[in-house]
């Protein structure tokens, strides 16, 4: 898929999500955001850029331990996310994080304004992630960290299937790099062709909890990457789809639910 649409894709296929993003992602991912909290290693009154940072779930996170006199910049590719995160800021008066929209691979910021770069769970869906991680290593000084959390091996995440049954349909690869930075050391290689040193990894297992088809159909299809592709479809392909995601599925049948595994990976790494 050209760059270019990729980008499209994501931009407006999370947009869609915006709405229920919280609701639908929140717990699941939170494993992950932890490990990039903790290894990011954030210290009081430090500078963070949180890279496809989505509802600033994360953002808000790093903003309460850098305290007042910190400062932190979420930015993310979709509009609609940014607002949302916009709006949170508002509501709850806090002056020291502003959220913009820009794409990963190109942060409008000057050099080594930011102590940390973050990004969870955002890497996989940007055509460039070597530029991407290029531009996070920029944006920090010298000695600051970049801690990037992504998912793990297609094999580790049950509901990896998704892809392939939106690209049959579709005849083209809706994120065709997804899998790839969880392959092996392949985040690490990735960090380290950035020019990042004393890159540290660690694997984390989770499992994602359904209670019921709609619920395991709707996080999958209505908003993140294969949701452009999945709006623009007949009912009647909707409904191949949704069925053959379910059957791919089954296995981690719970009940009326699923229990699904996943792995993520999560990767910190040097400026030196
Ligand atoms: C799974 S969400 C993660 C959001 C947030 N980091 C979190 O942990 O809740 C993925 C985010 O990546 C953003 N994204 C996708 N491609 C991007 C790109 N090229 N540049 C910036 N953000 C991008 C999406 O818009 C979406 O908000």
């Known amino acids: ?17 915006s709405g229920f993003y919280e609701s639908a992602w929140h717990l699941q991912l939170k494993p992950a955001q932890d490990a990039v909290i903790e290894m990011a290693a954030i210290g009081k009154r430090e500078k963070v850029i949180d890279i496809a940072c989505g509802t600033g779930l994360v953002s808000f996170r ?13 930015t993310d590719i979709s509009d609609k996310m940014v607002e949302i995160a ?3 800021a508002r509501e709850m ?33 940007m055509p460039d992630p070597i530029k991407a991680l290029k531009e996070m290593k920029r944006v920090v000084r010298q000695r600051g960290r970049v801690a990037v959390a992504v998912w793990g091996q297609r094999a580790n995440c049950g509901w990896a299937d998704i892809f ?6 579709v005849s083209s690869e ?24 004393k890159v540290q990894l660690k694997r984390i297992n989770t499992i994602l909890q359904y ?14 990457p294969v949701a452009l592709a999945y709006h623009k479809f ?14 791919s599925i089954r296995i981690f049948k719970n009940g009326n639910g699923y229990s699904m595994p996943g792995e993520f990976v999560v990767a910190v790494g040097f400026h030196e």
């Open 211 to 224: 209670n019921s088809d709609e619920e395991a159909c709707k996080a999958a299809f209505e908003g993140g």
């Open 62 to 74: 790093a903003c309460d331990t850098v305290g007042p006199n910190g400062y932190v910049l979420g």
């Open 86 to 88: 916009s709006q949170t």
């Open 174 to 197: 809706v994120c065709p790099l997804f899998f790839n930075l969880g392959n092996s050391n392949m985040l690490q290689r990735s960090m380290e062709a950035a020019g990042l040193g």
């Open 234 to 247: 007949s009912d009647d392909i909707k409904n191949i789809v949704k069925e053959e995601y379910l059957s």
């Open 1 to 17: 898929m050209e760059p270019a649409l990729q980008r499209r894709v994501q931009r407006y296929g999370w947009d869609k999500a």
């Open 164 to 169: 392939e049954i939106i690209d049959r349909k």
């Open 93 to 125: 008066h806090i002056e020291n994080i502003q959220f913009e929209r820009m794409d990963g691979e190109e942060l409008i910021v000057e050099d080594g304004f930011f102590d940390v770069a973050i990004c969870a769970l955002g890497l996989m869906y």
